[in-house]
């Protein structure tokens, strides 16, 4: 079965924004065993995105829309793919219901322009959307069948996990499982070169390996009758990529977040953590709190980020900064140290480090980070020099901070090592 | 001039890397003013390149390709595009030349399909690549121009700003230049509303907006012949739409972000900033100290996300959180005090809310926050309700925060109020 996506939006042709809604429908297909052969960018424009979807609705089994179903006048997305399929667009009573609930929560006024998102076509599957105003729709054709998403990720990624999904399965027979072995610690590269006569060799099940700030995902997928043979497919090659990686990987399981497995971990051994982040400015507590149930293990989180703050609050010594800077490993383990004695919990990690040029204007030092977890006492700090800007710097650096802390409590806890990269 | 991109590579199809080279040629292109409707990825395949490729030079002036200029087998692009135009391709010798230097700088050993990267049509100009073996190409047809670029930005970006920005720029002569109204505190079909005269009636400068996450930026582009007469069809526009929203406008700088915005007010007046956040968990401090600078300015963030900690580090009243609970007006108010008094700062900024299912399973009052914001002792607080996932809220109360924050330092340092929205 073939796929294919039109990205609607001006803003992704004027480059405001990074098409990243292909990226990641392109990803969930790929898992699902759908041939994509086409990525199709328009803007909110009748001509050009009815040729474009006549074009794609002929030549592919479904074909996915991204964007255009705003309020605003320049949003024409389902106007045009139903006039184009020949669907004509009621009003439905409950996204209309919705809708109003939406702006009343708010205490925004509704206008006019709102009650075109709740038309929906005839005989078509409404998505309703949880995120925002605008419902999803599946419109299912002779020839092919057309699915409308919103724009923002926001609403588009949730409503893919709770629809489309399933929905796409269904209509491809063929069953695919697979399996997500997240590691942490170790670069694409690396993995790649690990991986590589596995990958090389690649029938079914298939590998394909996705690289995120810090942490690089491998998705294994086998092609079957039915799951249980899927899963024997998939069991020996999870099972060798586990033995290459060992502890660094930190879950197969595709929902779990490097913070969720942090989190799990301490929530077993019954242990609180407290955060002392400086360059991260807040980052390692505000992922671990994304994590549901967060209020019982996180005891504080302090964002130290002048050198007054890490003194007055983390009691690191004026001498310590005076004569090795806050960016030390010093002054990191001292942070570490601190954090415990202010909050009395079991563990706490701690961040200092450059994301941008210094008073003096220098930018030799960009990058250098020093990353300091406390278990019980003991205390493991490390260097790191991460690339890119501000905010990649500041990204990397929270990442490594929540591997550093899994590893140290790992280590502490069981008698799991590190061997590998 | 119109011209389009086709972005060659199967790992963009399968998700595997997101299609930046896209947004980055879609915003020189229009930062060069030129009219840029389409964009398609393609995997390396000879029938559906070659109908792609057809399609983009019929319908437009330069078609600009991605990816596939490879030596291997399956890179494709150069020979389908020169086959379509037809243009016979013969060896470089410069390119050559060059290709072998490469390899042996890195003592690589070369291999025959290496010398297929050599090839260039007649006629072609040849763009010579410092950072990868494979030329880029430019074939002037006799309808529409191909410029081939090779796949990996590092090779790409470099060779569009010594070769490609220059070409197109002396191609056309018209000078695009836009300026982003940013509005924070209102929604998008608000703006819309606001602004839908000046919107239907656009045609120089042209008005879009952009919805982000609590801030609509508004862009106003303008075409002319060079920057000078841009600026002057800008100004009336721009100033409109300054009378219409007022002080919710933060910036009109495509550069400066909210948080940006608030720093500098600080920064002006010298003031000093503490962040209690439960909700938001470090959010809104790590968004602070994204801006440069910062150290000087952000003298404590807290994260309290428990009780106790609330209580312990913000001296929230254990009465106030039995009687109305931690998701109140009462606890933010003592939050937003409490802040003050831990770091002796001018300004507290505290939010407190509900991002998922409490305790006893509840949802009724997700998304429920509630912010103060304390300037010398001046406490202003409001409720809110925000939905969507556990992270989509959680976004939304940190830039709700920053934007209350931004208000109430306004209302406090000058005189602006803010009647609009």
Redesign the interface.
């Known amino acids: 079965m073939t796929v294919e996506f039109i990205c609607v939006g001006?803003?992704?042709?004027?480059?405001?924004?990074?098409?990243?809604n292909?990226?990641?429908?392109?990803?969930?297909?790929?898992g699902l065993g759908l041939d994509?052969?086409?990525?199709?960018?328009?803007?909110d424009?009748v001509e050009?995105l009815k040729e474009?979807a006549e074009?794609s609705l002929r030549r592919s089994d479904v074909v996915i829309f991204s964007g255009g179903l705003?309020?605003?006048?320049?949003d024409l997305t389902k106007e045009t793919v139903c006039k184009l399929m020949g669907k004509k667009l009621t009003e439905d009573e409950k996204a209309w219901k919705h809708i109003k609930k939406?702006f009343e929560?708010?205490?925004?006024?509704l206008?006019d322009?709102?009650r075109k998102q709740a038309l929906v076509p005839e005989g078509g599957i409404v998505l309703y959307n949880?995120?925002?105003t605008a419902p999803g729709i599946i419109i299912e054709g002779e020839n092919a069948k057309a699915i409308l998403l919103p724009g923002?990720p926001?609403?588009l990624i949730?409503m893919w996990n709770e629809y489309v999904e399933e929905y796409l399965r269904k209509l491809n027979p063929a069953v695919l499982v697979s399996e997500m072995v997240k590691i942490c610690g170790a670069g694409e590269s690396k993995v790649e070169t690990v991986l590589k006569d596995l990958i090389d060799t690649q029938t079914n099940p298939t590998i394909?390996?996705?690289a995120k700030i810090g942490e690089v995902d491998v998705r294994v997928t086998a092609k079957g009758e039915d799951e249980k043979e899927c899963r024997k497919l998939l069991k020996p090659v999870v099972k060798e990529i586990k033995k290459r990686f060992g502890a660094r990987i930190f879950t197969t399981d595709e929902n779990v977040s490097l913070e969720m497995a942090v989190m799990q971990i301490l929530n077993e051994n019954k242990m609180t953590v407290t955060?002392a982040?400086s360059i991260?400015?807040?980052?390692?507590?505000?992922r671990?709190?994304?994590v549901?149930g967060?209020?019982?293990i996180?005891?504080?989180?302090?964002?130290?980020?002048?050198?007054?703050?890490k003194r007055k609050?983390l009691g690191v010594k004026r001498s310590t900064l005076d004569k090795y800077g806050a960016v030390s490993e010093q002054c990191a383990k001292e942070m570490a140290k601190g954090g415990i004695s202010a909050?009395k919990s079991d563990v706490c990690v701690a961040i200092t480090g450059i994301a941008?040029?210094s008073g003096d204007g220098s930018t030799d030092r960009i990058g250098l980070t020093y990353i300091a977890v406390n278990v019980m006492g003991k205390v493991k700090v490390k260097e790191y020099h991460f690339d890119g800007n501000?905010?990649k710097i500041?990204e990397s650096a929270s990442t490594a901070a929540l591997t550093l802390l899994r590893h140290c409590l790992l280590e502490n806890l069981t008698e799991k090592t590190f061997s590998t990269g």
């Not at 991260?280 to 505000?286: D, F, I, K, L």
């Open positions: 001006t803003e992704i042709l004027m480059g405001n924004i990074v098409n990243t292909a990226a990641f429908m392109a990803e969930r297909c790929a994509c052969f086409y990525q199709t960018v328009v803007g424009n050009r474009t074009a705003g309020p605003t006048e320049d939406f929560k708010r205490g925004l006024e206008t322009n709102n949880k995120n925002g923002p926001g609403e949730p394909a390996t996705y955060t982040e991260t400015g807040g980052m390692v507590a505000s671990l709190i994304n549901p967060a209020s019982d996180i005891k504080l989180g302090l964002v130290t980020y002048s050198n007054k703050a609050y909050a941008g040029p501000r905010a500041r």
